[in-house]
């Protein structure tokens, strides 16, 4: 099994940042990707980004691409979103995410709101 812990979240203005972490551990080598996705009230879980961890290529959501990055620390087994330029619509529960064998697993999320 893998476990993920989210961390990071808070209230910004618009305009202003955020960094997301999540740390995994388990069974980390059977890990080949790792994604955050986002909640906000009413609607349904969105995709955000994706890391591969074979070459550390990520790539995001055309809604968040160009101001949110995803990158990995190899040795500590964690990811990270950079959030910047954050809008009141970026107000969600973020999560991250990891398929393995056939699994997703879920961290529980963190809160991220952003004031206007």
């Known amino acids: 099994q893998v476990q993920l812990v989210e961390s990071g979240g808070g209230l910004v203005q618009a305009g202003g940042s955020l960094r997301l972490s999540c740390a995994a551990s388990g069974r980390t080598f059977s890990i080949y990707a790792m994604r955050w996705f986002r909640q906000a009230p009413g609607k349904e879980r969105e995709f955000v980004a994706h890391?591969?961890?074979?070459?550390?290529?990520?790539y995001a959501a055309d809604s968040v691409k160009g101001r949110f990055t995803m990158s990995r620390d190899n040795a500590k087994d964690t990811v990270y979103l950079q959030m910047n330029s954050l809008k009141p619509e970026d107000t969600a529960v973020y999560y991250c995410n990891a398929p393995v064998a056939g699994t997703d697993y879920w961290g529980q999320g963190t809160q991220v709101t952003v004031s206007s």
């Open positions: 890391i591969y961890w074979s070459n550390n290529r990520s």
